[in-house]
């Protein structure tokens, strides 16, 4: 300033200047005076800091919620849960699986050590419960889901059956006195389970068939067992599902459609940076919406033809195909008679999707199959073991395909649950299966794939950052989480990642000893995350901005007497 306070530089100027300096170097010199503080909040210059420092595409707008593009810089600057604040080491082998409560002031975690361990989520984290699972035969847990209302928790794990054969099963336990209320069969393990409401779960189990058919049965169980009445059922049959070239259904979750037209925030599909996953829906009116002639369900007559037509061109040598090949193909005809379409109904809050890996071509899981729940499906009253289906239908169809063309190692829905993640290791460009037993070779690359649930659309492209190196006969389960900004994944490169949803930029990668199995937010902050690692250890993460909140000093309050005192006369 001169003299007569008018300032020497213009604003242009220092405009000009402050582009050519870093954000931090910005906020210091908008100390200086208050004319440089002034141009130091300039929108259009926050604009270009945000741009050049995160490296988002100009073409990307501004968050929708976003109020100016400083406070947005310092949203995914201060606000990303990227500080280590606290490591619990009460596990003492692999962490797999950790899940929040939905009001937030609990979480579980499961462990190689075959303990499920229920904590306390305060400013200090602390154990409250660790349930045992080996006296009942358990190798391992892997999986746990709160209930709606926070009163039960689904645990599941793998269990030691005879022979050494291994299977999964699911126990309930009371979050009021830590109680084991009831424990059901599950196979494969690695179903998981999940629920469908407050005191119903779903379970599955595997029929075998041939060499390389199976039928995948998902099976609707009450939580609480004991019921004395027999009129009332503890369990129902909700869906018989056939299973072609060895795969199986796998990693079951529920999505609630009551909130796909209010989302939190809602993705623009834009352009595609690969090429779009293969949507298939099969219960489409039009026949041009089924990919493939062997989805359709025509009736016994067509389908005693197709076989008879197959068989024919096998015996005159014109058809040449494998053992495995020939058992797909006549599965795939007896079964075309024999599937229940899926029912149509109107547009209904109250419905639900079951969601599921699955398969048509390998035993690697590369396709997500979509089953709409009806409300009438929703309870174990009624038919025990689908005497409701028609004497034709012996299998149901699915509602939706989504095939990824890799191997699936993750799903997560976001907090509206309009929007469905999934971690996929890639398979090279123009690869065939050629044999059910030797899927094509997979990406050490993680693809973060982002699927839209009411349009049944892929959206935005592919996150990518986080790796894993294990050949698909070895290939686990990395378990991610999507909060209302963010969304977060393990990997086995030893760190967890943070991306932001809108602006599909990597943010964090949060370091661990080991592999990371598992992430989770707190639903109720997502500026808390927490982390499992094969390390033993599950870390809790907080934002830079919550940090210096929680170590601020806070003023002691004056004793009552010494304010008294003061004001005596």
């Not at 004056?558 to 304010?563: E, G, T």
């Amino acid at each position: 300033m001169d003299e007569g306070g008018v300032p020497l530089l213009p604003d242009s100027l220092i405009y000009q200047i402050f582009l050519s300096l870093g954000p931090a170097d910005v906020l210091a010199a908008g100390l200086v005076c208050r004319q440089w503080q002034a141009v130091s909040r300039d929108e259009f210059l926050w604009r270009e800091q945000f741009y050049r420092y995160y490296q988002v595409a100009r073409d990307v707008p501004r968050h929708p919620a976003a109020t100016s593009w400083y406070e947005e810089f310092r949203r995914l600057y201060d606000m990303v849960p990227c500080v280590e604040v606290q490591t619990l080491r009460e596990h003492t082998d692999q962490v797999l699986h950790l899940s929040f409560s939905h009001s937030g002031y609990q979480f579980a975690s499961c462990s190689k050590d075959c303990t499920v361990k229920i904590w306390n989520n305060d400013l200090g984290i602390s154990l409250m419960h660790s349930a045992d699972m080996r006296p009942y035969n358990w190798s391992y847990t892997q999986f746990s889901q709160f209930n709606q209302d926070d009163s039960l928790l689904l645990a599941s794990g793998v269990f030691l059956g005879p022979h050494n054969s291994s299977s999964g099963e699911i126990a309930v336990i009371s979050l009021d006195s830590f109680a084991l209320l009831s424990r059901v069969r599950n196979k494969p393990y690695d179903v998981f389970g999940c629920w469908l409401t407050e005191t119903s779960l779903i379970s599955g189990n595997l029929h075998r068939i041939g060499d390389v058919t199976s039928c995948s049965v998902l099976w609707l169980n009450n939580a609480f067992q004991d019921v004395e009445s027999e009129n009332v059922n503890v369990v129902k049959r909700l869906f018989k599902i056939q299973n072609l070239n060895a795969s199986t259904i796998r990693t079951v979750m529920v999505a609630d459609c009551s909130r796909f037209d209010s989302p939190d925030l809602l993705l623009d599909a834009g352009d595609q940076a690969a090429p779009p996953c293969r949507v298939f829906d099969l219960g489409g009116d039009s026949e041009e919406e089924v990919p493939d002639p062997a989805l359709r369900t025509p009736g016994p007559g067509r389908a005693k033809e197709g076989l008879r037509h197959t068989l024919d061109g096998i015996l005159d040598g014109r058809v040449p195909l494998s053992e495995r090949m020939l058992e797909t193909r006549v599965a795939e005809l007896l079964a075309q008679g024999h599937t229940k379409p899926p029912e149509r109904s109107t547009a209904d809050a109250r419905n639900k999707y079951l969601i599921f890996t699955t398969g048509c071509l390998t035993y690697s899981p590369h396709q997500i199959g979509i089953k709409q729940i009806l409300p009438h499906q929703m309870t174990t009253a009624g038919p025990v073991l689908g005497e409701g289906r028609g004497s034709d239908a012996f299998f149901d169809a699915l509602d939706h395909v989504i095939d990824v063309h890799g191997h699936i190692i993750g799903m997560g829905l976001s907090p509206d649950n309009r929007y469905l993640y999934v971690n996929s290791r890639a398979w090279p460009p123009g690869s065939v299966v050629a044999d059910p037993m030797q899927p094509p070779p997979i990406a050490e690359e993680i693809d973060l794939l982002v699927f839209d649930l009411k349009t049944m659309r892929e959206v935005k492209r592919a996150l990518r950052a986080h790796r894993a190196y294990t050949p698909n006969d070895e290939c686990f389960f990395i378990f991610l989480d999507v909060s209302r900004d963010f969304v977060a994944s393990g990997a086995e490169d030893r760190h967890g990642y943070i991306w932001d949803r809108h602006y599909n930029i990597c943010l964090a990668k949060l370091r661990h000893e080991d592999v990371v199995n598992s992430v989770v937010f707190s639903p109720q902050e997502q500026e808390l995350l927490l982390t499992a690692s094969d390390d033993a250890t599950i870390k809790a993460w907080r934002s830079p901005r919550t940090v210096r909140v929680l170590q601020a000093p806070r003023p002691r309050p004056r004793p009552f007497f010494s304010w008294f005192a003061s004001h005596r006369r």
